[in-house]
Nanobody, 121 residues
């Protein structure tokens, strides 16, 4: 069984910073892409940032220059450093990863349980 465990959410004032962390555990042979998504009330879940196993990154336009995604391939972790937070960043943030449980190209896609980030104005 594979699990993604998130931590680091909370309440912060506008302009502040938070760091989210996610650790993958269980029967893992390989972790391919890892990323963070978010879902605000009444809105669809959206990609915030993603990183490949090789370190290539992709960011939503709304967070470029403010958020930084990083990963540790040895520990199967991915972090999201969020700076200059805005009230519109308020959402539940979800960790996501493509994980291979056996050798070979096939991966399963997993989600964390979500962590609330609230930015007050």
């Amino acid at each position: 069984q594979v699990q993604l465990m998130e931590s680091g959410g909370g309440l912060v004032q506008a302009g502040g910073s938070l760091r989210l962390s996610c650790a993958a555990s269980g029967t893992i042979v390989r972790v391919d892409a890892m990323g963070w998504y978010r879902q605000a009330p009444g809105k669809q879940r959206e990609l915030v940032a993603a990183v490949t196993s090789g370190g290539s990154t992709n960011y939503a336009d709304s967070v470029k220059g403010r958020f930084t995604i990083s990963r540790d391939n040895a520990l199967n972790t991915v972090d999201l450093q969020m700076n200059s937070l805005k009230p519109e960043d308020t959402a539940v943030y979800y960790c996501n990863a493509d994980i291979a449980k056996v050798a070979g190209p096939f991966t399963y896609n997993y989600w964390g349980q979500g962590t609330q980030v609230t930015v007050s104005s």
